[in-house]
């Protein structure tokens, strides 16, 4: 049988010895669509960043597996490295560097090679131009003075150059206007078409779904994972919302 993409077992994790995850399960295949939601403060978030490898967050208990390699207590950089992405949910700032030149920069970290700039170039635009993104912000400094939609697409920007088997998309629809959710999620519909990525999307709404197909629904409380569904699952919570997961 072939391992999962993505393997997490027990998971417990703690910021400033506060406990926040409490044994979390969860099973990613390769280019499967996974959501996780659940009420403010259930540890979402968490999840995400301490997959991800965030120093922030220690973890206490249980494990984290990538393509069956043991990434528990990795750099996230290295991880980032070996295919995974995460997407900010606040995306920060980074004054003297390019929104192209940070690109440039981590696809060849991420293969160890060196890239033509001409063909770099003419990826990029032909990128851009799918999320409707004006060639100019590529010779911008990443997300200075950048509204929060165009930081969303930046980030889906790096996310269709990077090419990652899994990408971890962490409220990326918050604060969107109708229009901009609507860019985004093509880029993500992009991404699953032409990488053929799997997805984790941690998310409250679920305008970000609507043209995705979603495999798995996850409910998280109080840093536990306390029920699980298909698609139509998310239909449920919509209309039927948290409080009996409480």
Not at 37 to 55: E, H, R
Not at 106 to 135: A, P
Not at 161 to 170: E, R, T
Not at 196 to 223: Q, Y
Request: hydrophobic share 40%; proline share 2%.
């Amino acid at each position: 049988m072939a391992e999962h993409l993505l393997e997490v077992r027990g998971l417990k994790a703690a910021v400033e010895d506060k406990e926040i995850l409490q044994g979390i399960d969860l099973c990613i295949d390769k280019g499967t669509t996974h959501v996780i939601m659940g009420p403010n403060g259930a540890g979402k978030s968490t999840l995400g960043s301490t997959i991800m490898g965030d120093p922030r967050y220690e973890v206490t208990g249980g494990s984290v597996f990538f393509n069956g390699e043991d990434i528990t207590n990795e750099e996230p950089h290295k991880i980032a490295k070996k295919g995974m992405f995460l997407s900010f949910q606040n995306p920060i700032e980074v004054p003297g560097i390019t929104l192209a030149n940070f690109i440039r920069t981590s696809m060849e970290q991420q293969t160890g090679k060196r890239i033509r700039v001409w063909d770099f170039k003419k990826e990029l635009q032909q990128t851009m131009e799918v999320l409707q993104m004006d060639s100019s912000y590529a010779e911008r400094d990443l997300n200075v003075g950048f509204s929060g939609g165009e930081k969303k697409k930046a980030e889906i920007l790096q996310l269709l150059m990077l090419k990652p088997s899994l990408a971890i998309l962490d409220e990326t629809d918050s604060g969107l206007d109708v229009d901009a959710v609507r860019t985004v999620s093509l880029g993500i519909k992009e991404y699953k078409k032409s990488v053929g990525g799997a997805l984790l999307i941690i998310t409250h709404s679920t305008r970000i779904l609507e043209s995705l197909k979603v495999d798995e629904t996850h409910v998280l409380v109080d840093g536990k994972i306390v029920a699980n569904g298909d698609s139509s699952f998310i239909e449920d919570i919509n209309e039927n919302g948290f409080e009996r997961f409480l």
